[in-house]
C-alpha cells in the first residue's frame, strides 16, 4: 500500500498538497496533522479548505480549539489543541460530539487530547527540510484513508 512522501519547496507546495488531499476526501475521515510548530500543518489545512471551494479566510484555532467549515456538500472540523495542558480539557469543552457522524476532522497536536481522541484514517507528518522546505508524508490507519491514499496518489 502506498505511502507517499513528498519534498515540499515552499508554502505553494503545501497548500497545493492540501488542495490534491482535498480531492481524495471521502465524506467522512479523521486526520492527524503532526510535525512541530511551524511546521505547515494549518497551511496544509488551508490548502485542502481552499481545494474543497472555501473561499474564506482560515484561521489557526490554537485559542478557539476547533474552526468549523461547513457548506451543503461537507463539513470539515480543524481542532489545534496545543494549549491543552491536560487531555480532560476535551472532554470538558464537548469536543468529542465533533467526530460523530460525516465531515472530515484535521487534528493538530492530536497527542494532547489522548486518550479522549478518536484514533485517525489518515496520519499528515510535517518536517522541516535541509533546504529549508518541508518533507510530507502521509500514512494509512484504517481502510478509508487507505482508498484515500491511493485516490491522492493515483
Ligand atoms: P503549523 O500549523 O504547523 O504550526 P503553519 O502552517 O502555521 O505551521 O506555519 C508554517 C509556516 O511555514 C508559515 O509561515 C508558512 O508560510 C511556512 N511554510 C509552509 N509550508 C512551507 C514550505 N513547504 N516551505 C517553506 N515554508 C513553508
Ligand atoms: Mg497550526
Redesign the pocket.
Known sequence: DPSPSLH????S??LAAGERLAGALPSRLTIYLR?D???????LTRGLLRGLGFAGKVK?PTYTLVEPYKDSRITVYHFDFYRFTHADEFLEAGLDEYFEGDGIRLV?WPDRAHPYLCAADLEVE?QLAAD???QLALHALSTEGQRCLEKFTA
Open positions: 515540499l519547496p515552499d508554502e507546495a503545501t510535525g510548530l511551524g511546521a505547515g500543518k494549518t497551511t489557526s493538530e510535517l529549508g522546505g518541508r
